[in-house]
């Protein structure tokens, strides 16, 4: 942490340059899972208290077109990538990674050294670090046991200290601090990540729910619910319990969910009225970071509005009395009795995301503990990844290939090769 806090303040002040003496300006985290999703939510989250001095980008997905467009435009002499990536052999990672180095060796006329200052690496593999061209003076490293997905507040959140600076992310730290507290010492009765916890498997094991929406009326939390896909499903989506047993009921419910009140305009007709039954989190502060006339009251309003609705609804009999047609009255009745949750914070500050994070973190494993799975491995990410490696040859091969695979995977490879060929 003070390594890392020596590094930001180094950037952030101007005393850390490229290679050509010229200040840092522009900042790109290359990561993917837990190495993008935690840094690029914390980011925007916390966008209010960055150094707007500073630009921010982030790469993750494989596709040319996430690193062609994050750094269009940016000048190279100005511009720092983080690689983020414990063993610094992730596929994704490792190809966007090599695609940076060869664009700032463009720029420099294909001088290596120039590499050492502007590219850092978040990761535990010294040996690859160095073989990239990083100075492992430069590598900032973490527990080999922490899982990407809970790592926003080790160094995987460098980025996040760039950003907000270290004084911030000590807060958010601290955040964190005083929610696993909270978990370690509060009586279950009284227990928010514990109370959390029962309820996702209450309506998920007993009432059939499925989903769970996630529906942060603040636009800073716009990609938390993305965030909380993987924290949540990657956790806790398995079908074998601890001793290696089949599950005897559902896990993992899906989360997903959109700012309020955008989604009132989207999905919230099958929240209140459709077929299935969806639990709903609903996130609110009291006080705005960018107050605007009526704005916020207005935001606010809804919030406690959409949870009323969904507690009570609207009987044919409140319809009838407001001169509704027969005809229609039953298309305007809501049978309510669906249930949510408000979180309503006094502001979104740097601590208090800490403390939300954690509280859905220390929720994900309590669902594990019932249900008797494992909330920290992934295995079930490791089949498609080791059949790509075998495919990519396949379908990067000169020559015809082979195919073993089944027949329509083999006639996918074919297609893919003979439209790619027509180029």
């Known amino acids: 942490l003070d390594r890392m806090t020596e590094f930001a303040n180094r950037v952030r002040s101007g005393a850390w340059t490229g290679h050509t003496g010229k200040r840092i300006r522009n900042v790109i985290n290359i990561g993917i899972g837990g190495s993008d999703l935690g ?102 490293g973490f527990w080999d046991w922490v899982g990407g997905r809970y790592s926003m507040d080790s160094a995987i959140g460098l980025s996040t200290m760039l950003a907000i600076g270290p004084e911030n992310f000590r807060a958010m730290l601290d955040g964190f601090h005083q929610m696993d507290e909270h978990f370690r010492t509060a009586p279950f009765e009284r227990n928010l990540p514990v109370l959390l916890g029962l309820l996702a498997v209450w309506y998920n094991d007993f009432f059939g729910a499925q989903t769970v929406a996630v529906l942060p009326y603040e636009q800073y939390l716009r990609r938390f619910p993305a ?21 005897v009921c559902d896990t993992a419910p899906i989360y997903w969910g959109e700012p309020g009140t955008n989604g009132q305009h989207s999905f919230y007709q099958l929240i209140h009225q459709g077929t299935r039954l969806i639990p709903c989190d609903f996130i609110a502060f009291a006080q705005a970071l960018n107050p605007l006339g009526r704005h916020h009251d207005i935001l606010l309003a809804n919030v406690f509005a959409q949870s009323e609705a969904l507690a009570f609804g609207k009987t044919s009999e409140q319809v009838k009395a407001e001169g509704t047609p027969d005809w229609l009255v039953p298309h305007r009745v809501f049978d309510g009795n669906r249930p949510s949750n408000t979180i309503l914070a006094e502001r979104l500050t740097p601590e208090t995301l800490g403390t939300l994070v954690a509280l859905y973190e220390h929720s994900v494993f309590t669902q594990g503990v019932i249900w008797q799975i494992d909330s920290f491995d992934q295995w079930g990410v490791e089949l498609g990844k080791v059949l790509a490696q075998r495919i990519i040859s396949e379908v990067a091969s000169t020559s015809a290939p082979t195919l073993g695979h089944d027949s329509s995977t083999n006639a996918l490879i074919r297609r893919f090769r003979a439209l790619r060929a027509r180029a």
């Open 39 to 140: 840094p690029v939510m914390a980011y925007e989250a916390l966008k209010h208290y960055s150094d707007r001095a500073l630009t921010f980008g982030f790469v993750s997905n494989v596709d040319g077109t996430d690193f062609a467009e994050a750094v269009l435009d940016l000048d190279p002499a100005e511009t720092l990538v983080i690689v983020a990536s414990k063993t610094f052999t992730t596929l994704e990672t490792m190809t966007n990674a090599q695609s940076a180095r060869a664009w700032l060796l463009e720029a420099f006329g294909g001088d290596v050294k120039a590499v050492a200052r502007h590219f850092v690496a978040v990761s535990t593999n010294a040996e690859e670090v160095a073989r990239f061209g990083i100075d492992t003076a430069n590598m900032f």
């Open 227 to 247: 965030y909380l896909q993987q924290l949540t499903m990657e956790s806790n989506g398995k079908h074998v319990t601890l001793d290696g047993g089949r599950v």
